[in-house]
T-cell receptor, first 116, second 109 residues
Framework: GAVVSQHPSRVICKSGTSVKIECRSL??????MFWYRQFPKQSLMLMAT?????????EQGVEKDKFLINHASLTLSTLTVTSAHPEDSSFYIC????????????FGAGTRLSVL | DAKTTQPPSMDCAEGRAANLPCNHS???????VYWYRQIHSQGPQYIIH???NNETNEMASLIITEDRKSSTLILPHATLRDTAVYYC??????????FGAGTQVVVTP
């Protein structure tokens, strides 16, 4: 399957700082990428849809000013958690969609964010 | 509103076939069924998807009933590394993958 790379895999930061997470599609171009969040013992929750060259669309209840998304190229989307707080500690996972008849989404390995 | 229902958990003996059921009674005619799995602390892995015909790849087989209201994912020879949460998903009205609780599959020696 297609490869989606996510970096970093783990980050620990102090409360109040901002953290940037990168998501790259390595062997295909993706006009659409997705960001999910997963709390312990829960399922993945879709946060936002990242669209190349345009603004991201956020799911209900997700603060767009706190979770900044940039999709500046066909292979890279970034999620910045601004002014992170302990309640933002979670597993963040990105995915990229191959356009066409299959519309399959491939996922990155995830980023474990711990805010102290 | 969930579009699929799956049993919360199931056990399977190593080397035996694992049959994972999924109900999607409200699926519409042009909606695909997607299966993913998530091994602990990793990102979800795509397994297979189908519309109405049965599908097979190197990982699994997907059997879809004629009325398309349910499907079964078959892992032909389960190994310990197949222990994971398996998700059966029909995309929402916006074409997005929304994950439910899935089925926790534990493969035992």
């Amino acid at each position: 399957g297609a490869v989606v790379s996510q970096h970093p895999s783990r980050v620990i930061c102090k409360s109040g700082t901002s953290v940037k997470i990168e998501c790259r599609s390595l062997d295909f171009q993706a006009t659409t990428m997705f960001w999910y969040r997963q709390f312990p013992k829960q399922s993945l929750m879709l946060m936002a849809t990242s669209n190349e060259g345009s603004k991201a669309t956020y799911e209900q209840g997700v603060e767009k000013d706190k979770f900044l998304i940039n999709h500046a190229s066909l292979t890279l989307s970034t999620l910045t958690v601004t002014s992170a707080h302990p309640e933002d500690s979670s597993f963040y996972i990105c995915s990229a969609r191959i356009e066409g008849s299959k519309n399959i989404q491939y996922f990155g390995a995830g980023t474990r964010l711990s805010v102290l | 509103d969930a579009k699929t229902t799956q049993p919360p958990s199931m056990d399977c003996a190593e080397g035996r076939a694992a049959n994972l059921p999924c109900n999607h009674s409200t699926i519409s005619g042009n909606e695909y069924v997607y299966w993913y799995r998530q091994i602990h602390s990793q990102g979800p892995q795509y397994i297979i998807h189908g519309l109405k015909n049965n599908e097979t790849n190197e990982m699994a087989s997907l059997i879809i009933t004629e009325d398309r209201k349910s499907s079964t994912l078959i892992l032909p020879h389960a190994t310990l590394r197949d222990t994971a949460v398996y998700y059966c998903i029909v995309k929402d009205s916006w074409g997005k993958l929304q994950f439910g609780a899935g089925t926790q599959v534990v493969v035992t020696p």
